[in-house]
């Protein structure tokens, strides 16, 4: 059904499915505007209030674009959908065979990178959570696999991460998601955030670039600004004293600096500071022993 009506006219329902779910999900409103104005500070309410929203709007669009992706995007028209910044250098890298660890975050159209990269015929495996829904999971799957981007669950992925790095294969993955009690806590946004250090863990041991890239949306288009924001080379952490550190520490600033290049992408709904560190989380048992006697 989604493809008799225009694509333009697809996204703009969309958009509207959006703003349904903005008055109808609660206790994601809330999140998304507490996130926000623990990012944003010197924000107003209203600018608060408008960038959510916009985010809800973004997460409906990208709904619809992975339905429609397999019916659009084809090689020989991918010129009229997306434009490059900056992925020469990426490019060169990943078709030496060495490896490259690609990073990212739930922002613009994230799903898009994977297949398009599968689609020009990068050898690329991307880590993924499972969807609840098996059927819904097995049709995503599909859609993600259907030109040669290899999905590996999440759970257990670390000695299949290992293999593919060792066979001179790229690596995906989304690197804003709460690691935990046992993640790395680094600053994303000015608060500090759990963060998996199996990115920087595999980028050390396997001596692997870390390019950290986008899908940008433009306008209400299924058109995107697919970019490579920075390049971490093997060389720039060999004098530091605490390179796992560094690595996720360079890689979270740059996941920041393009969200902040149009925050109204990002997905301000995700629990991205759930966890919070030993010593905050020491402090809130104090204060309650406190507050009780």
Known sequence: MLRILPVCVTLNFACGGGKLLWLCYARGRERALENL???YPEKDPTWLKKTAKRSFEQIAMLGVDILLTPYLAKKENWHQYGVYKDVETTKWLMQEGKGVILVTGHYGNFEILGYIMGLFGFKL????????NKHLDQYIRGIRELHGQKIIDKQGATNLMSQVSRQGESLGLIADQDAGKKGLFVDFFGRPASTFKSIAVMAAVHNMPVAVGYSRRIG????????????????????????????????????????????TQYWWVHRRWKTKPRQRRDERVVDKSVGRQ
């Open 37 to 39: 104005h623990a990012a």
């Open 125 to 132: 495996s991307s880590v993924a959570r499972p969807l609840d």
């Open 220 to 263: 209400n288009q299924y058109r995107f600004e697919v970019g490579v924001k920075r390049i971490i080379l093997p060389a720039e952490w060999t004098d530091q004293k605490d390179p796992i550190r560094w690595i996720t520490e360079q890689y979270t600033q740059t996941i920041e600096a393009f969200v902040r290049e149009d925050p």
